[in-house]
């Protein structure tokens, strides 16, 4: 990432040497920054999507000793509580009831 902002640096600094002369030159190193600062952009994004593929594995690996259970995508999660709603405790449960549904 400091390699990014440094070449990002250098070529904003060659546009300004463009501006007071020598043009031409200028330009040439400008496009060999934007080339270099290009590829080191797509070798950060590749690292990263590496990290990130590694967290996952690591984080969706199943080290629960009763099991995990896989939900496959677009099927329903129901979530169920047992609460009591009914009688002296009614507000308690009623209130827990409202969160769970929240």
């Known amino acids: 990432m400091k390699k990014f902002l440094l070449m990002l640096a250098l070529m904003l600094s060659m546009v300004f040497f463009a501006a007071c002369g020598g043009a031409q030159e200028a330009a040439e190193v400008v496009e060999e920054a934007a080339e270099t600062v290009a590829e080191e952009a797509a070798e950060v994004v590749e690292e990263v999507e590496e990290a990130v593929e590694e967290v996952m594995e690591e984080d969706m690996a199943c080290e629960d000793a009763i099991g995990c259970v896989e939900v496959a ?10 609460l009591v709603i009914s009688g002296p405790n009614e507000s308690l449960g009623l ?3 409202y969160g769970v549904e929240i």
Do not use: H, V
């Open 95 to 97: 209130d827990s009831q």
């Open 73 to 82: 995508a677009g099927d329903p999660i129901r979530i169920a509580s047992a």
